[in-house]
């Protein structure tokens, strides 16, 4: 299946989730056309920014459910939505073996790599990242690549806060990992942080 993670900022997000969401509308529709929505990624810093999470077997699909009259109408309700939905990406997804546990906040973490395979076989084999990981309290549960781009991926982490997952990032270990210019093109940043609200 293909993930699409879409950013869409809105005037009221307890009436954008009533309308859209809690009612079953928007899900029902694009339902149609093959499209599941999973969850709604609440930015923490601004309760009126959301990133909707769906899956689909073909970009096709989601490009039909855009397109339905019905979800155009949606969107654009100036009641509920304060600008056009940005799309962020389309991915696949992979969940991670220790991704058990309690989720706190959700961090998306920008990753921009010289070769995303030889990045995956150290990050999925890394004892170091474990040991990280048990220190601050903070867990790589999920990866998503592009498939826009195959050398760019969000890494999704669950942690406590974001002061862990800013001293686990400002480890001289994570460091020394993240300005190795044979692996990242840039250092890794995080983009975001989120409650994870499952639909």
Known sequence: MIQ????????????WYQKGWASGLAKS??????VTPIRILRNDENLNHVILVSIAPTIEAFNSARSDSRIV?????PETTAEPPEHLGFYTATDLPN?????????????????????????????????LEKKYGARAIRIL????????AEVVFTGPSQQAMDDMNNDERVQARFNDQSIFIRPPKITGRYKAINI
């Open 99 to 131: 991704n058990d546990g309690p989720d706190t906040f959700g961090f998306h973490i920008e990753h921009k790599l010289v070769d995303y395979d030889t990045w995956f076989k150290i990050f999925s084999e890394g004892s170091t990242r474990l040991e």
């Open 145 to 152: 690549r592009s498939l826009e781009n195959p050398n760019e």
């Open 73 to 77: 109408e949606l969107i654009n309700d």
């Open 4 to 15: 699409r993670n879409t950013s869409v900022k809105l005037v009221d997000f307890d009436k």
């Open 29 to 34: 529709i694009v339902a149609e056309y093959g």
